[in-house]
């Protein structure tokens, strides 16, 4: 990079990550969509799901795991039901292929299941969800993540994803309340991250390869586990996302793509389902006021700071400043 700025536009970082995408051999049409979901989330500062994701998109294309031409079948199977099969592309360009038929599903009944299978996910949920909500659309949404990590209280190994669970509401006069959680202690994403950087993570975030807890990334990822948030609570989650998310979609359970998986592989061929809400159907057209009003208590009771705030003030200065500059970055241009 040119004198080594300390910031990037969005535009710019978009049509870096496009080139790189493009180069793989994925179409200009999916290149465009991943490059502005990981230029989103690195403008928002969810750097885990960011720039950081670009090397594992383009290691599955330049492997040819994964097909960066794919264009999604649409079967509606119900006024409301969607089923969507990526044919082993990834799952944001199939999702926005789909973008018409869901419309006319909530247009037509105020709801739209979305069950995909057959795609690669490799992002956070939240900008799926995000732009539900910003057309006034509650939404959920739920991933069998791909990577077998999580070992339950009980397990002698992993059997579960990191199960990543998200959830995004309009609120009147305001911005949309956005957020999603893995149902692990922590993201698989975020402990790679720690790992880089020679940290150690709390106890109880996981396990090494004989079962006893440790605070070193590197034998969690390398043999060991990560435990689910709560205990059996989370652990239970984890299996309610995994029979929706893998078993009702008709995607692979986590286990299942574990196991076909290449060695090395970064991005898993599994199952998302979202719900998609009209919140004003049916007459009710105080929902977006209501939520607006609870949001307000829940600040006025010292929960000042709500799912979303932060990467809205990341945004905020993104677009004045631009996006810092990360050393992932710049390696994109080396």
């Not at 700071?305 to 905020?316: E, H, K, L, S, T």
Request: net charge negative; hydrophobic share 40%.
């Amino acid at each position: 990079m040119t004198n080594e700025p300390d910031r990037i536009s969005f535009d710019d970082l978009v049509s870096a990550i496009e080139a790189k995408l493009i180069g793989a051999g994925a179409s200009p049409a999916v290149a465009e969509v991943l490059a502005t979901n990981c230029a989103t989330c690195e403008r928002d500062g969810t750097l885990s799901h960011g720039v950081f994701r670009v090397a594992g998109y383009l290691d599955s294309l330049n492997r040819g795991w994964a097909d960066g031409t794919a264009e999604a079948s649409i079967d509606v199977v119900g006024p409301s039901y969607i089923r969507i099969d990526g044919h082993n592309g990834f799952a944001q360009p199939a999702l926005a292929e789909a973008g018409p038929t869901i419309d006319q599903a909530l247009d037509d009944t105020g709801v739209a299941v979305i069950a995909l299978r057959n795609t690669h996910h490799f992002s956070a949920l939240w900008p799926d969800l995000e732009a539900f909500a910003r057309d006034g659309r509650v939404a959920m949404g739920m991933i069998a993540s791909g990577k077998l990590a999580v070992v339950p209280e009980g397990a002698t190994r992993p059997v579960f994803s990191t199960n990543p669970f998200g959830f995004a509401t309009p609120v009147a006069e305001a911005d949309p309340i956005v957020f999603d959680f893995s149902t692990s202690s922590m993201s698989h994403g975020d402990l790679q991250l720690l790992r880089a950087e020679g940290q150690d993570v709390p106890v109880g975030t996981g396990v090494d390869s004989t079962g006893a807890d440790t605070t070193d990334p590197n034998a969690i990822l390398d043999g060991g586990g990560i435990r689910p948030i709560g205990g059996h609570k989370g652990a239970l989650l984890s299996f309610m996302i995994e029979t929706l998310a893998a078993g009702l979609t008709g995607g692979a359970f986590t286990y299942e793509v574990d196991a076909e998986a290449p060695e090395g592989a970064h991005t898993f061929r599994t199952g998302q389902l979202f719900i998609v809400i009209d919140p004003e159907r049916g007459g009710n057209d105080a929902y977006l006021a209501r939520v607006r009003e609870f949001v307000d208590m829940l600040r006025d009771a010292g929960m000042d700071r709500q799912p979303g705030d932060r990467r809205y003030a990341n945004r905020a200065e993104a677009a004045e400043r631009g996006i810092p500059v990360t050393d992932t970055i710049r390696a994109m241009f080396d």
